[in-house]
């Protein structure tokens, strides 16, 4: 067939979605399927059992969120199971707000009292004097991972680490950083939630040997 510009008529975009979920809606018990869940969901649902009655640092931003919009922080804080003690925050800041590349110093969230301490000022990584006292960290970083802080966490005696991740590639490498560093990676759950994809995030926890 000839292409005519004058009378050629583009076909119109196909709706991948709604034929998915047609799809979806003629196979039995796949319409049916969870929502998606955060790791701070998966936590929740079981009860802190690997964290219970510790004191806990948290890594997080203003993207830790539950599935129906809480703070990580507020979780935290108002379970029974676990004492969260101290926040430290990334780059942009404990609210996202700051720009690319700004320093940010410590502060205090002004929600809980809680100190927050940037990581991303005057040090990018936590220090021993941050880390004392706490029994675990609670991390759940970017897709990028926690390379600095991993390596900071593995030079500490913090006991017990639980990482939530989106990427198991630089899970891979902060996991090997804190297993040199003296930690075993006792436990690893996949967590194969996206219905469209081969995308796969996990939490772990990691002890001291």
Known sequence: MTYDPKTYEPKPARDYESEFRDAEDSRPGLSALPPVRNGIDLLLADGFREMRNMRVGLVTNHTGLTLDGRRTIDVLLESDDVLLDKIFTPEHGLNGTAGDGESVGDSVDPATRLPVISLFGSRERPD??????????????????????????????????????????????????????????????????????????????????
Request: overall charge negative; aromatic content about 6%.
């Open 128 to 209: 021993e004097e941050d880390l004392g006292g706490l029994d675990a960290v609670l991390f759940d970083p970017p897709r990028q991972g926690a390379q600095a802080q991993a390596s900071a966490i593995a030079a500490s005696g913090v006991p017990h680490v639980v990482a939530v991740s989106c990427n198991p590639a630089t899970f891979a490498r902060d996991a090997r950083i804190l297993v040199d560093g003296g930690y075993q990676l006792t436990c690893v759950t996949p967590v194969d939630q996206f219905r469209y994809s081969a995308h796969v995030e996990l939490v772990a926890l990691l002890q001291r040997g």
